[in-house]
């Protein structure tokens, strides 16, 4: 019997021990994952500095080309094909940044079109530093436009537009939406998700958890909203 209960006891040990190991290599990898994103902007970013030769401090002429020319350099491209991972990396480098302006200008433009959002639409800006100011108050508005738009007495190809330009950081809050029901506002998601959804928004779900979580903390960041939604993903695709 002792021989038994030592056993089930090992056993039991092992398990937890084996559960640790995998949740701190999950961890790691994030961690990981992370630092690369981050290593590959900055990397990217002084790329775009030496490439068109202007100074890292250099002042920022909203009259110029400056913009076309970031958009179509090879480096930036790259930074915005990190995708939403890269996100809460650049939002915190431009946060800390102190007085580049040419290299806060690049990180603004990549969170613009990361996010498929053009928030010169309402008031043009002119620096990183009154962008991220923008775009906190855009990300902090995200849920309860979601919903509203939802809602709204519009027709659907209206709700559809409106949805869209919300950009990806919607993408959670529109994706719980479609699974309670509101299937007329896919084309909103399809758009959002590049059309990797179009079909099976669940399995696509599924798929990207960690893509829905990192937007979630990123919109709540701002919010600072008490919302369940996070558990609700974990507990229903993980």
């Not at 590959?40 to 030496?50: H, M, T, W």
Request: glycine letters at 4%; a negative charge.
């Amino acid at each position: 019997m002792s021989k038994v209960s030592f056993f089930f006891n090992t056993v039991r040990r092992l398990s937890v021990f084996i559960a640790a190991i995998v949740i701190i290599s999950l961890l790691s990898s994030c961690s990981t994952d992370q630092v690369d994103v981050n290593e590959q902007i900055n990397s990217r970013v002084k790329n775009i500095q030496q490439s068109m030769d202007i100074p890292i401090s250099g002042e920022i002429n909203s009259d110029s080309s400056l913009y076309d020319d970031v958009m179509n350099n090879e480096d930036f491209e790259g930074i915005v094909a990190l995708g939403v991972a890269a996100l809460p990396e650049l939002m915190q480098l431009l946060d800390q940044s102190e007085q580049e302006v040419f290299v806060e200008y690049i990180y603004a433009i990549a969170l613009e079109q990361i996010s498929k959002v053009d928030l010169r639409k309402e008031k043009d800006w002119d620096s990183g530093k009154e962008f991220l100011k923008k775009y906190a108050v855009y990300l902090k508005e995200i849920p309860n436009k979601v919903k509203r738009i939802a809602d709204e007495s519009i027709s659907d190809s209206k709700k559809i537009y409106q949805l869209k330009a919300l950009g990806t950081p919607a993408i959670p809050y529109l994706f719980e939406l479609i699974d309670s029901g509101y299937q007329e506002l896919s084309p909103a998601f399809d758009y959002l998700t590049d059309n990797k959804s179009k079909g099976d928004i669940r399995k696509w779900g599924i798929e990207n958890i960690d893509q829905l979580n990192l937007l979630i903390n990123l919109v709540e960041q701002q919010s600072h909203l008490n919302s369940s939604i996070y558990s609700q993903y974990n507990s229903k695709y993980i």
